[in-house]
Nanobody
Framework: QVQLVESGGGLVQAGGSLRLSCAASGRTFTSYVMGWFRQAPGKEREFVAHISWSSGNTWYGDSVKGRFTISRDNVKNTVYLQMNSLKPEDTAVYYC???????????????WGQGTQVTVSS
């Protein structure tokens, strides 16, 4: 059974940094893409970033480019999201997700973590 467990959320002042972690278990993820999404109150879930587990190639949403960095640790089976220069508009619940690389985020197979709250105060 696939499990994605996020940690690292919290309250931070604008301009500060946080690092989110996503511990993945339950299968081999070498053929998967691992991603982060976020959802603010009253808004739709938004793509933040993803990384190909095998190649390490990364993609970012326009709103976080240059500020956030996604990475993975193959030994620990963990994906990270380093968030710098945080803004109040980054406030949201952040979700870790996994999907087969051949299907991508529009496919039928997708796994989600439980989410972690990030709050950025002005």
């Amino acid at each position: 059974q696939v499990q994605l467990v996020e940690s690292g959320g919290g309250l931070v002042q604008a301009g500060g940094s946080l690092r989110l972690s996503c511990a993945a278990s339950g299968r081999t993820f070498t053929s998967y893409v691992m991603g982060w999404f976020r959802q603010a109150p009253g808004k739709e879930r938004e793509f933040v970033a993803h990384i190909s587990w095998s190649s390490g190639n990364t993609w970012y949403g326009d709103s976080v480019k240059g500020r956030f960095t996604i990475s993975r640790d193959n030994v620990k089976n963990t994906v990270y999201l380093q968030m710098n220069s945080l803004k109040p508009e980054d406030t949201a619940v952040y979700y870790c997700a996994a999907a087969p690389r051949t299907e991508g985020w529009s496919g039928r197979t997708r796994y989600w973590g439980q989410g972690t709250q990030v709050t950025v105060s002005s």
